[in-house]
């Protein structure tokens, strides 16, 4: 067995045992932060040279290809921006802080094995090994008020879909005989007309829109971004997003875009994730809830992507999945650098934030219009490969209805925007102190916005490349 492709992997599992072993001494939070930023920076790196690799591992159940290595890339990507943030984790316990790392480096390793999974077995133990590093994470706030109430909501409705999903898998493997995905793929166009096999489908897929938060699964997500501390919320909303991204998409390649139920069952989904998700939103005041609400509705925009099963569907979901990444990260950015104190913000707290911090302020505007869409940024790039795509397939009604929420997410982006820029704070607030890191990393995040949104072609070739396994 080439246990070289594993070594992303591998490596993720022995930061595991890093804090395992440091959780074991005497608390000690600048020690942790300092060995969890080096170690995340060089698992960075790490993945970054596994790239090219590809092969198969464990009788073939476990693959590893220029798709999943790509997106592994981005995980750790992921994990190492929000542990940036952890250098003042004030919404957990001092003495938590090895526990939480840990747990943040076995999620993230659960989740490398998820996307690389081709098999419903080996896929529903991934799943389950980071949903449950997850509900833990949540129970680790430090404000009781948020944390058991949030956690227990969390743990019961994933534990729901999650037995759905295994239920549905069941039934599948029951119909087909067989447990591989590809070999699944196969058999269900000839069987589909089958209730047990379309129960089984759909119950298994639940599982996974859960964890994008689609419509009907979408309740989870408002109060778990409430309620967890705000670095976890900041990883739930990028690296749980992208990875659920690389799976659906993985999955719903294998059946060739030939299936027209699972295409209109899709585009039922995503319009109605979509409109929920925006409406919502327009109405929320905490800053967390509202952000919840915009990623189910970018689930929606995702779905499109995904549903139009060709090469410019794919290469967009795989371009989107990093644009969600940057684009939700920085918004976290800049909540969790206001919040200073751990505890959960308004709209109304960002009243004056372009005086107490001109580049937070700057940079939570851009993000903002690059999940609106605005040109010149990441994010319109990003949606405009997904329409494209659509149109592509002749998906016209989709693309219109899509643009309308476009519109809609833009009131109350604007909204946010005008609290930073033109509304002042009831008494004077003091400047927000940055570190030196952070204006650079924050610097980095607005460039990569800017210049992915004029210059996005190399970032595009690569989302190509990636895609082009899938077809």
Same mark, same amino acid.
């Given at each position: 067995?080439?246990?070289?492709?594993?070594?992303?992997?591998?490596?993720?599992?022995?930061?595991?045992?890093?804090?395992?072993?440091?959780?074991?001494?005497?608390?000690?939070?600048?020690?942790?932060?300092?060995?969890?930023?080096?170690?995340?920076?060089?698992?960075?790196?790490?993945?970054?040279?596994?790239?090219?690799?590809?092969?198969?591992?464990?009788?073939?159940?476990?693959?590893?290809?220029?798709?999943?290595?790509?997106?592994?890339?981005?995980?750790?990507?992921?994990?190492?921006?929000?542990?940036?943030?952890?250098?003042?984790?004030?919404?957990?316990?001092?003495?938590?802080? @090895?526990?939480?790392?840990?747990?943040?480096?076995?999620?993230?390793?659960?989740?490398?094995?998820?996307?690389? @999974?081709?098999?419903?077995? #080996?896929?529903?133990?991934?799943?389950?090994?980071?949903?449950?590093?997850?509900?833990?994470?949540?129970?680790?706030?430090?404000?009781?008020?948020?944390?058991?109430?949030?956690?227990?909501?969390?743990?019961?409705?994933?534990?729901?879909?999650?037995?759905?999903?295994?239920?549905?898998?069941?039934?599948?493997?029951?119909?087909?005989?067989?447990?591989?995905?590809?070999?699944?793929?196969?058999?269900?166009?000839?069987?589909?007309?089958?209730?047990?096999?379309?129960?089984?489908?759909?119950?298994?897929? @639940?599982?996974?829109?859960?964890?994008?938060?689609?419509?009907?699964?979408?309740?989870?997500?408002?109060?778990?971004?409430?309620?967890?501390?705000?670095?976890?919320?900041?990883?739930?909303?990028?690296?749980?997003?992208?990875?659920?991204?690389?799976?659906?998409?993985?999955?719903?390649?294998?059946?060739?875009?030939? @299936?027209?139920?699972?295409?209109?069952?899709?585009?039922?989904?995503?319009?109605?994730?979509?409109?929920?998700?925006?409406?919502?939103?327009?109405?929320?005041?905490?800053?967390?809830?509202?952000?919840?609400?915009?990623?189910?509705?970018?689930?929606?925009?995702?779905?499109?992507?995904?549903?139009?099963?060709?090469?410019?569907?794919? #290469?967009?979901?795989?371009?989107?999945?990093?644009?969600?990444?940057?684009?939700?990260?920085?918004?976290?950015?800049?909540?969790?650098?206001?919040?200073?104190?751990?505890?959960?913000?308004?709209?109304?707290?960002?009243?004056?934030?372009?005086?107490?911090?001109?580049?937070?302020?700057?940079?939570?505007?851009?993000?903002?219009?690059?999940?609106?869409?605005?040109?010149?940024?990441?994010?319109?790039?990003?949606?405009?490969?997904?329409?494209?795509?659509?149109?592509?397939?002749?998906?016209?009604?989709?693309?219109?209805?899509?643009?309308?929420?476009?519109?809609?997410?833009?009131?109350?982006?604007?909204?946010?925007?005008?609290?930073?820029?033109?509304?002042?704070?009831?008494?004077?607030?003091?400047?927000?102190?940055?570190?030196?890191?952070?204006?650079?990393?924050?610097?980095?995040?607005?460039?990569?916005?800017?210049?992915?949104?004029?210059?996005?072609?190399?970032?595009?070739?690569?989302?190509?490349?990636?895609?082009?396994?899938?077809?």
């Amino acid at each position: 067995m080439n246990w070289i492709i594993f070594t992303p992997e591998i490596y993720t599992f022995v930061v595991s045992g890093v804090f395992f072993c440091l959780s074991l001494n005497k608390p000690d939070s600048r020690r942790d932060y300092y060995t969890a930023l080096i170690l995340s920076a060089i698992g960075l790196g790490v993945c970054l040279s596994a790239v090219h690799m590809n092969g198969t591992l464990f009788s073939n159940t476990y693959q590893v290809d220029l798709f999943s290595q790509v997106f592994k890339v981005m995980l750790f990507m992921a994990l190492f921006l929000v542990i940036c943030l952890c250098s003042e984790l004030n919404g957990v316990d001092e003495n938590r802080h @090895s526990e939480f790392y840990m747990l943040l480096c076995v999620c993230t390793l659960s989740m490398m094995m998820l996307i690389s @999974s081709v098999n419903i077995l #080996t896929m529903y133990i991934a799943l389950e090994l980071s949903s449950y590093s997850l509900y833990i994470l949540v129970f680790m706030r430090k404000h009781k008020k948020y944390s058991v109430n949030t956690g227990i909501k969390y743990f019961i409705i994933g534990a729901s879909a999650s037995a759905l999903m295994v239920f549905g898998m069941a039934m599948l493997y029951g119909a087909t005989g067989v447990s591989f995905i590809p070999d699944i793929v196969q058999i269900i166009p000839g069987i589909i007309y089958k209730p047990e096999v379309i129960t089984g489908l759909f119950f298994t897929l @639940s599982g996974f829109f859960f964890k994008l938060a689609v419509f009907p699964f979408h309740f989870w997500a408002p109060d778990v971004y409430e309620g967890a501390p705000n670095q976890l919320s900041a990883y739930i909303a990028t690296a749980s997003k992208v990875t659920v991204i690389a799976v659906l998409a993985r999955m719903i390649s294998m059946t060739g875009g030939n @299936s027209q139920y699972l295409v209109h069952a899709m585009a039922v989904l995503a319009i109605i994730t979509m409109t929920i998700g925006n409406l919502t939103a327009v109405v929320q005041k905490d800053l967390k809830r509202l952000f919840a609400f915009s990623s189910i509705a970018h689930a929606g925009y995702v779905l499109i992507a995904i549903l139009s099963m060709n090469a410019a569907g794919y #290469t967009a979901a795989v371009f989107y999945a990093l644009t969600v990444l940057v684009l939700k990260f920085t918004c976290f950015l800049v909540l969790i650098k206001v919040a200073d104190d751990g505890q959960n913000i308004n709209v109304d707290h960002l009243a004056g934030l372009h005086k107490r911090s001109p580049l937070l302020a700057m940079a939570l505007m851009l993000a903002l219009f690059g999940l609106a869409g605005i040109p010149p940024t990441i994010g319109f790039t990003g949606k405009l490969l997904i329409f494209m795509a659509a149109m592509e397939k002749g998906y016209f009604i989709l693309v219109l209805i899509a643009m309308i929420n476009v519109v809609i997410s833009l009131y109350y982006y604007l909204l946010v925007v005008k609290a930073a820029y033109l509304t002042e704070p009831e008494k004077e607030l003091p400047e927000i102190h940055i570190s030196p890191f952070i204006k650079i990393l924050t610097i980095t995040l607005v460039a990569i916005t800017v210049l992915a949104g004029i210059i996005p072609n190399y970032l595009i070739e690569i989302a190509r490349a990636a895609a082009s396994v899938l077809i």
